[in-house]
């Protein structure tokens, strides 16, 4: 059975909802009292509010979302500009991954030292690398478009330019 | 201690990665859920949810604090859910507070006898909890918006305004609207049969 709406229901769910001002509300109060319709109008509205609360809250706490925020940090990180990241990524390897740096500069180093006279024709050009490559530190980080370069200096001064690129 | 949103805010824009994880912590399943109940549709909504962190981190630097941090997620949660929508076929519905509504309410008490004047977590069966959910999918979206605020955000009338960027006594009516119309889609769900509310509850 359905009724005509009256113009005294819109009141009446912004009454239940409790945003009438004093006045309106009690105005209000008094039209209704024992009224049956109205009665059944705010118990209806009750009900309902309260059951699609408890509906809403469920379709929240069933959702989820482990590993939301590191989807979402990840998405962010893989959208930073190239300079900001590849900054980033250097300055995570000066402050943790230094070692790691010195012994990738070594082997580069190495290569160099031990590849270089294979292509010579004459190996007794001077040495290009004086001084102990595992002991090279770092001397400068620095980052320029989608690449970074990282200078080293071994005990001996020989100058060591690792290049990386995105 | 646990920092506001708007410290946290600061933090985010002095470059602090951690801040802004915390602020996804904080609303990522009230974000999911607004989505979902736009969309209806989880794993669009999930997408939606990380679609709206991303765009507020990038769009970080420019928030005042004019408005609440959660007013700005939400309005950008919600922009990017009616846009999803939007391009859905057949899922664009403009709709004037009434439209499609016959000015006709249901059997007063109806809704009462059906759900109970009180009803509990767990006594919410699942079958019924599952036709609310259905019936609030059936609503046009900006009757199914106004209601999840109102009922899940527990937003007063002023804050709906505000967040609907709508008048007030725009808010009162389409509230009306929408609850008589859900109210009107219940009544079709759930029929006359005698309903044991406590029947399937669970633990």
């Known amino acids: 059975m359905s009724h005509p709406i009256r113009d005294i229901d819109e009141r009446l769910s912004a009454y239940a909802d409790g945003e009438l001002s004093p006045e309106e509300a009690e105005d209000l109060r008094r039209a209704i009292e024992g009224d049956p319709v109205a009665e059944a109008i705010l118990r209806d509205h009750r009900a309902l509010s309260e059951a699609l609360r408890l509906t809403l809250e469920e379709v929240g706490e069933e959702a989820d979302l482990s590993g939301f925020a590191d989807a979402v940090m990840a998405r962010i990180e893989a959208e930073r500009p190239a300079p900001a990241k590849a900054r980033r990524w250097f300055e995570w390897r000066g402050r943790k991954r230094a070692p790691i740096f010195a012994a990738a500069a070594a082997a580069l180093a190495t290569l160099v030292v031990v590849a270089v006279p294979l292509f010579e024709e004459e190996s007794a050009r001077p040495m290009l690398l004086a001084g102990d490559p595992a002991d090279a530190s770092i001397v400068s980080m620095s980052t320029f478009g989608g690449h970074g370069a990282t200078v080293f200096k071994t005990s001996e001064g020989t100058t060591i330019i690792y290049v990386t690129g995105n | ?203």
Not at chain 2, 27 to 53: G, P, S
């Open chain 2, 1 to 203: 201690m646990e920092l506001d949103d708007l410290s946290l805010v600061r933090r985010c824009q002095a470059g602090d990665d951690q801040a802004f994880r915390a602020l996804v912590l904080r609303y990522q399943r009230k974000v999911f859920t607004i989505a979902f109940a736009l969309v209806k549709d989880r794993e669009e909504a999930m997408d939606i949810a990380q679609d709206a962190f991303l765009r507020v981190h990038q769009r970080l630097h420019a928030f005042k604090g004019d408005s609440s941090f959660y007013t700005w997620l939400y309005r950008i949660t919600r922009n990017l859910a009616i846009d999803r929508l939007r391009a859905r076929k057949g899922d664009s519905q403009e709709l004037d507070e009434a439209a499609g509504w016959e000015l006709e309410r249901i059997d007063p008490g109806f809704v009462s006898r059906r759900l109970g004047t009180n009803p509990q977590r767990g006594v919410l069966r699942k079958e019924l909890a599952e036709q609310i959910a259905r019936a609030l999918g059936e609503l046009p979206e900006k009757h199914r918006e106004i209601l999840v605020l109102r009922e899940l955000e527990g937003m007063s009338y002023e804050e709906l305004a505000q967040t609907l960027d709508i008048p007030k006594g725009t808010v009162m009516s389409r509230l009306f609207h929408a609850r008589a119309k859900m109210q009107a889609i219940l009544r079709e769900y759930l029929g006359n049969e005698p309903l044991d509310l406590a029947a399937g509850e669970e633990g």
